[in-house]
């Protein structure tokens, strides 16, 4: 399903906060968004998840109009965000029980969606009970059992310690190679932007919009070693470079 987002603006009272946002995402794009703080990130999000309506413009995926939350978009916060008082199997159960489909067929894609996440021993675990890494893994199962068309992300990673961001940044790659599905992910980090994407976003700010695109022509398949190469850290120096000279306001930028 492709997602488009045309002409998109939202307004919290009298501040616009996002103005002009034009989009378009294949099936099985994956997009990453970066830029200043307050640049309006997080609101693109909220707004393609459908949990707050945009004060113009349209989003629609495939085809139809986005009017709130719906299956086919998944979202993941930073904060993993799981039910504490359920298991990681309830945890990855939960949102299934909206849909269609049979118990089987229910226990059947809790089990696959704990595999592929590789948290199948830890299917009778409370979140309490699980590693900061762990939790992300279960928060990103639950968004993917019910198979969304639209994977969104917003700073998933941002809590973890380098090296299990590291591990995720791939485990998250093989994911969405494995899956297929469409992904539009928010971070801080240039270096994750570039290692993950197929393109990047640079929002700018007063009020948010996308102030350039870097498309990352690397290789498909992507181990951390492409970090050292030449074409990763030309990439990473041109999107560094645009986030930071969008980073003022217009009102700072005329001082
Ligand atoms: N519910 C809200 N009510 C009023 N203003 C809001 C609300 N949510 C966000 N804003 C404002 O909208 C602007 C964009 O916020 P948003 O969180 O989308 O930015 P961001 O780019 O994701 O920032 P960060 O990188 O710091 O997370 C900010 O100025 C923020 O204060």
Request: aromatic share 6%; charged share 20%.
């Amino acid at each position: 399903m492709t997602l488009v987002l045309r002409g998109v603006a939202k307004d919290y009272g009298v501040t616009r906060v996002l103005d002009g946002i034009d989009l378009s995402m294949e099936p099985g794009e994956f997009v990453c968004v970066v830029g200043a703080s307050g640049s309006g990130k997080s609101t693109l999000l909220s707004l393609v998840a459908g949990l707050t309506p945009a004060s113009a413009g349209s989003i629609s995926l495939g085809g139809a109009p986005v009017t709130g939350p719906g299956p086919e978009r998944g979202l993941v916060f930073q904060s993993g965000a799981l039910f504490p008082f359920l298991t990681v199997a309830e945890n990855v159960a939960f949102g299934l029980r909206l849909l269609p489909i049979s118990r089987a067929d229910r226990e059947r894609r809790v089990r696959w969606y704990l595999g592929e996440v590789g948290l199948s021993s830890l299917a009778g675990a409370l979140p309490r009970q699980l590693s900061g890494g762990q939790r992300q893994r279960v928060a990103i199962a639950r968004a993917l059992a019910c198979e969304p068309a639209v994977l969104l992300l917003d700073e998933p990673f941002g809590a973890l310690d380098v090296q299990t961001k590291e591990d995720m940044q791939l485990f998250l790659r093989e994911v969405w190679r494995d899956t297929g599905t469409t992904v539009l992910m928010v971070t801080h980090d240039v270096e994750e932007a570039v290692l993950l994407a197929q393109r990047v976003l640079v929002f700018a700010c007063g009020p948010g919009r996308v102030a350039a695109e870097v498309p990352i022509d690397l290789p498909a398949y992507r181990a951390l070693a492409v970090k050292r190469t030449s074409s990763f850290l030309g990439l990473r120096a041109t999107v560094e470079d645009l986030v930071r000279s969008h980073m003022l306001t217009p009102e700072r930028e005329k001082v």
